[in-house]
């Protein structure tokens, strides 16, 4: 009874060996994997730019065209990919608003064809820094293994687009929030 344990013991670490150098080969090979990724992102349309209360909002909508294909390794179990808008006001050097984002699952979906997709983020600029202002569109996206470390990568489009001086439309008051709430924040 007690040699068997013994070598129960000698089984499992040896299995823990193996599986240690598994990890450590998996991450190395995925390392290597060489990533070729041809990414495309356009503004497509402002489609709304108005004032709220204090605030500039901007409703966008993209042509995207993301192949992410090649940063899939056999390492690789999903990606998370975001689209963010970059300018920089007076007050602040550099403010990054996430607009967008999906969760890619498979190789097979990794090239995103999006000849025009809205928004999931409007652009709210916590003031009036949108005006006039240029923006930047950083496609990224987060490297999600089966095993070993989440690695990261983006694309910036400087300059993308250049929101008007003017507002569209008439300004909008600030929704206030009252009553009673199901589910508070
Ligand atoms: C926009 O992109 C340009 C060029 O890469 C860069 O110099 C600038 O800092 C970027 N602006 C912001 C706000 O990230
Ligand atoms: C893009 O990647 C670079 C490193 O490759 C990093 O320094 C930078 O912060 C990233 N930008 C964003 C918006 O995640």
Not at 34 to 56: I, Q, T, Y
Not at 141 to 150: A, E, K, S, Y
């Amino acid at each position: 009874m007690h040699s068997y344990s013994v070598r129960a013991n000698n089984v499992l670490s040896f299995a823990v060996s193996v599986w240690m150098v598994l990890c450590a080969m998996a991450t190395a090979s995925d390392f290597f994997h060489k990533a070729d990724p041809v990414v495309s992102v356009k503004l497509a349309k402002v489609e709304r730019f108005l004032r709220v209360g204090r605030n500039d909002e901007a409703h966008l909508a993209f042509e995207i065209d993301a192949d992410l294909t090649s940063v899939f390794s056999w390492n690789t179990k999903q990606l998370f990919v975001w689209l963010a808008a970059e300018y920089s006001t007076p007050k602040h050097v550099k403010s990054s608003v996430s607009v967008w984002d999906r969760i890619v699952e498979s190789k097979e979906d990794a090239h995103l064809v999006l000849p025009f997709v809205r928004n999931k983020y409007k652009l709210v600029d916590n003031g009036a820094g949108l005006r006039g202002n240029v923006v930047n569109l950083t496609m990224g996206w987060q490297i999600m293994p089966r095993v070993g470390v989440l690695r990261k990568d983006n694309v910036t489009f400087p300059a993308a687009f250049t929101l008007s001086e003017e507002y569209p439309e008439p300004p909008q008051p600030q929704q206030r929030r009252t009553g009673v709430y199901a589910h508070p924040r």
